[in-house]
């Protein structure tokens, strides 16, 4: 009688109620049904550039969320809650790299992409160097990264669904895949920028729920501040220069914004650019979703610090008394825990937790649709009709969504946090891509041969530094937070008592030795050491075999670091520092010419019979 009270005390079955099965089922059907409606509506996505880029004229805000969605999913909601959980509210921290990243990178990219009007980021490549050779392999680079990082997000929705509902992972994962591939084969960009908007206000709604029920079923607010200070959770001022350490001040806001750099310099951003009608919005857009971005970020990594504080109220921490073994389900016991008691908030978890998944997942989709486009079959057939090439694009999401299914089965097998996993295996591509763009932009004498070289060493080390850390797991890069108290807790059915309220702090790790002192690093640390490698390895190999000169590169397709970063600084100054390039000055022609062809062609278009045809052409000739 005693065991069965103290039981229900303890962290409850989940139960899934009817209430829970229609919110979730309501948020999937108002996916499918925005996704069957732009394929109805409008061109009925007949064309490449309304199915790819909305017509290049679609509204700012909800093009904003889009971006802001692609790159928070099931590893936001459950991965950064559960590093926090372990690691301290350091790991919160570090998504203020995605603020840093998008106001740095809003600098660099859009002054590129948004005038030459690509669809694909890896055309630029082709501008750039006038070959396919570097397009080619930041392509690879591009693919390998999406089908990874679509792959951790179908996986770690999947575990929390398990967690909760028991349905095998496998089964959690078609789902997904099928849902996302539905509405962006047949609704495309239009489709998944507006389901995008819906999704991240359920996920906000289900965070927000969270938050608010967890700390008042803790005691408030200041409890939970107070439990997490007296747990050492909050302890983040660590300048500490050990680049061993999983998380310090310095590997957050360097090495963590290195990291992030890719996603505003991916596919994903470039196609929201492009959906820009004017540079103006583009930036507006960047500028307000980094903040945003920030503040999400910090509300994820909350739920984590709600948990520890909770879990230490009942005294029973989940993970260390095995009632689950993968960290990255302790905020769906958490909900299964705090809502047992209200019909339909279970559900409305899994409706965030699954939206989360298939704006991010949909959002691939497209992405690699359109490279797969731009970069492959157009290269192979230049000349295929708007209809063809709309129809495999359509082709190439049913089967992408086949190669992510198989891509997450694969990566379940994989231990540790979702956020650990996506920083250091879906990483592994972005640092090399991101040097190779970078190098490309502001280096003048890059070359092909440089880019490349440069790409491949960066690659190189980048795995060798993921696989040591993965296979030997130094023991540095491990050192826990004591977790929650077990005193309420049962082991293989038997009450455990430890007449304590706190458990006992981890152990130290040990010291290291051999190729443990470098595999030792922080995976933090990866990517700024990858683009660094790829700017010294490139102007090196741009040296030995012959850097162009400045004025025979192209200007639409560098920038001058000094103009970008520091305008307001006197003339003189910046012409000294740029080491007197004349790249600015020429990009301010090229704007000033731009701007005279614009006027002319509206004076030109002030004939009603000509009017339709001058902007028929204009289009055709920028594309």
């Keep these: 009688e005693s065991k069965r009270e103290i039981q229900e005390k303890m962290l409850k079955e989940a139960t899934f109620g009817v209430a829970d099965y229609v919110v979730s089922a309501l948020a999937l059907c108002i996916s499918l049904s925005i996704g069957l409606y732009y394929a109805c509506s409008g061109g009925r996505q ?4 309304e199915y790819h880029l909305g017509n290049r004229n679609l509204n700012f805000l909800p ?23 372990l690691y301290g509210f350091l790991a919160t921290i570090s998504g203020f790299g995605f603020w840093f990243a998008y106001w740095l990178c809003a600098r660099i990219v859009i002054p590129i992409v948004h005038p030459i009007k690509i669809t694909s980021v890896n055309e630029y490549f082709n501008l750039r160097y006038k070959n396919n050779r570097v397009r080619f392999l930041t392509t690879v680079l591009s693919f390998i990264f999406w089908f990874i990082y679509l792959g951790i997000v179908t996986y770690g929705v999947s575990t929390a669904i398990e967690s909760i509902l028991g349905v095998p992972v496998w089964l ?11 509405y962006t084969a047949v609704g495309g960009i239009k489709a998944v920028i507006w389901t995008d908007v819906i999704q991240y206000s359920i996920m906000l709604t289900s965070v927000l729920a969270i938050l608010i029920k967890g700390s008042m079923k803790v005691g408030g607010g200041s409890e939970v501040i107070r439990i997490n ?11 500490s220069l050990d680049p061993t350490l999983r998380y310090t001040m310095w590997n957050v806001m360097i090495g963590n914004t290195a990291k992030l750099f890719y996603f505003p310099l991916s596919q994903s951003s470039v196609q ?12 507006k857009m960047f500028y307000i979703v980094a903040p945003l971005m920030g503040l999400t970020f910090f509300l994820a990594g909350s739920m984590g610090l709600v948990s520890y504080a909770y879990f230490v109220k009942v005294k029973c921490d989940p993970l260390a008394s095995k009632f689950i073994k993968n960290p990255n389900q302790i905020i769906p016991i958490l909900v299964t825990e705090i809502f047992h008691e209200t019909p339909g908030m279970a559900g409305l978890f899994i409706a965030g937790l699954f939206c989360a998944s298939l704006s991010t997942v949909s959002s691939g989709y497209a992405v690699i649709s359109s490279m797969t486009l731009q970069d492959i079959i157009k290269m192979k057939w230049p000349n295929l009709s708007e209809k063809r090439s709309t129809i495999a694009s359509k082709l190439t999401v ?23 996993l996506a920083q250091m295996v879906m990483t592994i591509p ?44 130094p023991p540095s890069v491990e050192k826990k937070l004591a977790p929650a108290p077990l005193d309420m ?50 102007l090196i190999t741009s040296k030995i075999v012959g850097a162009p000169k400045e004025e025979d590169v192209d200007a639409r397709y560098v920038l001058c670091f000094t103009e970008q970063f520091f305008p307001y600084l006197p003339v003189r100054v910046k012409h000294l520092l740029s080491c007197r390039s004349t790249i600015p000055k020429r990009r301010k022609q090229i704007k000033a010419e731009e701007r005279q062809d614009n006027e002319e062609m509206i004076v030109g278009t002030s004939f009603p019979e000509k009017e339709k045809g001058v902007k028929k052409n204009f289009r055709e000739e920028i594309r």
């Design 46 to 49: 007949a064309t490449t550039a």
């Design 63 to 85: 093009v904003m969320f889009s971006l802001m969605v692609t790159s928070q999913s099931s590893i936001l909601i459950l991965g950064v809650p559960a590093e926090t959980y």
């Design 172 to 182: 959690c994962v078609v789902i997904l895949s099928f849902c996302s591939m539905i």
């Design 229 to 239: 200070s007296e747990g050492k959770r909050l302890d983040f001022w660590n300048f």
């Design 272 to 283: 929201r650019i492009g959906c820009m009608p004017t540079i103006k919005d583009a930036y």
């Design 398 to 420: 049913l089967v992408i969504s086949f190669l992510t299914t198989g891509m997450a089965l694969l990566l379940a097998n994989i231990k540790g946090t979702l956020l650990k």
């Design 430 to 473: 972005t640092g090399p891509y991101t040097g190779i763009f970078l190098y490309s932009i502001f280096c003048t004498s890059a070359t092909s041969a440089g880019a490349i070289l440069g790409g491949i060493v960066s690659l190189v080390f980048y795995l060798w530094m993921a696989i040591g850390n993965i296979v030997l797991s």
């Design 489 to 538: 807790c049962f082991l293989n059915s038997t009450l455990v008592s430890y007449n304590t309220t706190t458990a006992a702090p981890t152990s130290s790790p040990a010291s290291l030795e051999g190729f443990n002192q470098i595999y030792g690093m922080s995976f933090q640390w990866f990517d700024f050491i990858a683009i660094i490698i790829v700017f010294v390895v490139g």
